[in-house]
């Protein structure tokens, strides 16, 4: 009896030991796959996050911005003028489309020593009953060869999700998470992580204020 006694409670204190550790990996993977705010200015929120299986950080940036989803999509749609307002682009091309998806190719201005880097972008677009609008972004490194004096970027991968909130009225969410490639230093990368979608968001409110006012809606 006492033997059983000894057992039953050694194997109920392992189990509570275990139950505790298991928790606290829970919680630590949570507190580690958490948003961080990095930058709050002009309207714009731009958050950042530890990528699991990647020294590269993730960005959340989130916009309100004056113009129906339908504008938008059009210009999201025109990647031929990325360049115009899409943050340190230096080349955009449209690819290919086929209804509700498009292939886009981007070159991604970089700065000295650095190299160039490169992607074409497969965009879906799916629209939901609601009216929310979800953008599937991901990068295809192999769709077409790579260009001399560029590097491709081994990954890149995101979305875009507008949620209608009035009548002409567009909240705009972008994530987004990339492998640059290359000798690009993680610690370099992350520390300027949200000047692209901030720089992106701010382009893209601006282009299409100026669309708005030139045609009167």
């Given at each position: 009896m006492k033997a059983y006694f000894n057992t039953r409670a050694v194997s109920n204190y392992t189990t509570i030991i275990l139950s505790g550790l298991f928790t606290l990996?829970?919680?630590?993977?949570?507190?580690?796959?958490?948003?961080?705010?990095?930058?709050?200015?002009?309207?714009?929120?731009?958050?950042?996050?530890?990528?699991?299986?990647?020294?590269?950080?993730?960005?959340?940036?989130?916009?309100t911005i004056n113009a129906s989803i339908d504008k938008v999509i059009n210009r999201l749609k025109n990647a031929n003028e990325y360049k115009e307002w899409y943050g340190y682009t230096k080349t955009s091309i449209l690819l290919k489309r086929d209804n509700n998806v498009q292939y886009n190719y981007v070159e991604t201005l970089f700065p000295w020593p650095f190299r160039n880097r490169d992607m074409v972008y497969r965009m879906l677009i799916n629209t939901h009953d609601s009216g929310v609008v979800?953008?599937?972004?991901?990068?295809?490194?192999?769709?077409?060869?790579?260009?001399?004096?560029?590097?491709r970027m081994s990954k890149a991968e995101g979305s875009i999700l507008l949620q209608p909130l009035e009548k002409r009225i567009t909240e705009v969410t972008y994530v987004f998470h990339s492998e640059?490639?290359?000798?690009?230093?993680?610690?370099?990368?992350?520390?300027?992580?949200?000047?692209?979608?901030?720089?992106?968001?701010?382009?893209?409110?601006?282009?299409?204020?100026?669309?708005?006012?030139f045609s009167g809606q």
């Open positions: 990996q829970s919680f630590a993977a949570v507190s580690q796959s958490e948003w961080q705010l990095n930058k709050n200015q002009e309207g714009i929120r731009v958050y950042t996050k530890d990528e699991k299986g990647s020294e590269f950080k993730a960005f959340k940036a989130i916009i979800r953008i599937d972004l991901k990068g295809i490194s192999d769709y077409i060869p790579e260009r001399k004096g560029i590097v640059p490639g290359s000798n690009i230093p993680a610690w370099l990368a992350n520390s300027s992580v949200a000047e692209l979608p901030f720089k992106t968001l701010t382009g893209l409110r601006k282009i299409l204020r100026e669309e708005i006012n």
